[in-house]
């Protein structure tokens, strides 16, 4: 249902990559189907000194559009003003509030706000505190704040960065984006789980063997490279992306689809994590770092790349929750960058039948796959009949397409979370809880490896990941069900 919202916008960051990239894209499809329409303006901040008309032309320019909708642009664009602000400069903060409170009569918009932050996670605290003190925040409607990723780079840091926003903004009000949350498929695991008897009686430690959950990524560090070397895959993909995916495999099924029952499970998941020792990091993890093959330059000769880096630029993993329907269910997981092929996708793997009356025959393993990208779709492998004399089985697919019924295609996450945020709901944002328990979980691994002085294994651009990955199932009498390219 579509209902339209009433909100003032202040992007912190309004110049930079993820602004333009991601946010005025996802605004502008929110303007098209009518979640905004009259009542909202967008306030762009940043440092270099652009004009409104320079910033409607970069807004413009974002979005893409194409014949009909050049019309719409325009007039979707004529509500971004743009205001030149150093966030650490106080007396910014009164022009700021100024041209806030003149958009917010001249669109009629009630004193709703929603604060973006969208720059570096070391100006969050400053600019929380002058919102407060600047009375940015308004009494008459809501005043939310959006928070990108790293929320910090160990539960010590996240713990003071929480803390320097919790003195201003209630958690009700902190909306931290995971932007996986916010992918179609990603939100299909709790449709499949809790919609369907024959999962729900499934979906536990009598009948799953095992579960796989890889997000690999073709690109190598591009543009981010100063970030990264300083975070690596656990710190980038494992604290949040994976770890929200586990939650949501292995939470118990909530009393409601609601935010407070949805959090308290997924939370209860991530605080069933099996922490492990130094001797059981070394041994249920792998680290690597992609080195220079088909055409493609290694890590360490990327550009503000260090030539000794010893940043990981993969990581896989065997982990547990110790809950009661997961308990002794190995969850591997492996994610990272100039792998064979960008793909997002869980494996459920679950166990043989007790006996095999077709014997000699071989049955294969049923296997559940929830494909997130690039191609949304779930397929489930059984055992049939192949058709014809005599009986002999075959491992089939059962296939779902979520678009393929003339259904539209998947919205993009930041547009389904920009319009969970305007209405309230946090459900598919992480909670503080949620983050904390998942850094006390990575901390144990990279404080082992920080200890360690062995040398980085190291793996081919295009291909998997190292051997040590493949060996972790090998050793379990498992294997990676995705393969890679042409899988
Ligand atoms: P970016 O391109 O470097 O943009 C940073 C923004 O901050 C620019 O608009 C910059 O504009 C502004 N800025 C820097 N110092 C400032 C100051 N003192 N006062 C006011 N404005 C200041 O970064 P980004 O890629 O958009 O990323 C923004 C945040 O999103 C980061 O936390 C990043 O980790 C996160 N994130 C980004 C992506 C992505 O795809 N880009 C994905 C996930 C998460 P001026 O130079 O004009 O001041």
Known sequence: MVTEQRALFIIFGGTGDLA????????FNLYRKGFLKENFAVIGTARRPWTDEHFQEVVRDAIHAEGALLKDTSRFASHFYYQSHNVNDTEHYTTLRNLAEKLDQKYEIGGNRMFYLAMSPRFFGTIAKHLKSQKIVTAAGYNRVIIEKPFGRDFASAEELN????????????????????????????????????????????????IQITLSESLGVE???GYYET??????????????????????????????DIRREKIYALKSLRKYTPEEVEKNFVRAQYKAANGQR??????????????????????????????????????GKRLSQKTSRIDIAFKAMPTNIFAPQRLGQNVLTINIEPEGK??????????????????????????????STFPEAYE??????LAGDATNFTHWEEV????????????????????????????????????????DGCKWFYQGKNN
Not at 380 to 398: A, D, E, P, R, W
Request: charged fraction near 25%; glycine fraction near 6%.
């Open 163 to 210: 803390e320097a926003i919790g003195r201003y903004f209630p958690e009700k009000d902190v909306f931290r984006i995971d932007h996986y949350l916010g992918k179609e498929m990603v939100q299909n695991i709790l449709a499949v789980r809790f919609g369907n008897n024959l999962f729900r009686a499934l979906w536990n430690n009598r009948y799953i063997d095992n």
């Open 223 to 225: 543009e981010r490279a």
């Open 416 to 421: 389904k979370l920009f319009a969970d945020a």
């Open 298 to 335: 290694g890590y360490r000769e990327e550009e503000k790349i260090a030539d000794d880096s010893s940043t990981e630029t993969f990581v896989a993993g065997k982990l547990f929750v110790d809950n009661e329907n997961f308990s002794g269910v190995p969850i591997y997981i492996r994610t």
């Open 231 to 260: 975070a690596g895959a656990l710190r980038d993909m494992v604290q949040n992306h994976i770890l929200q995916i586990v939650s949501l495999l292995t939470m118990n099924m909530p009393a409601s689809y609601s935010e407070t």
């Open 436 to 475: 904390a328990h998942s850094w006390k979980f990575v901390d144990t691994i990279r404080d082992t490896w920080d200890k360690q002085n062995d040398v980085l294994e190291e793996y081919p651009c295009g291909s998997m990941g190292p051997q040590a990955s493949d060996k972790l199932l090998e050793r």
């Open 20 to 27: 333009k990239r991601k946010l005025y894209p996802a605004l």
């Open 378 to 407: 779930i397929f489930m492998q059984i055992n049939v009949k192949k058709i014809g004399q005599g009986f002999t089985l075959k491992n089939s697919h059962l296939d779902f397409f979520p678009t393929s019924n003339g259904e």
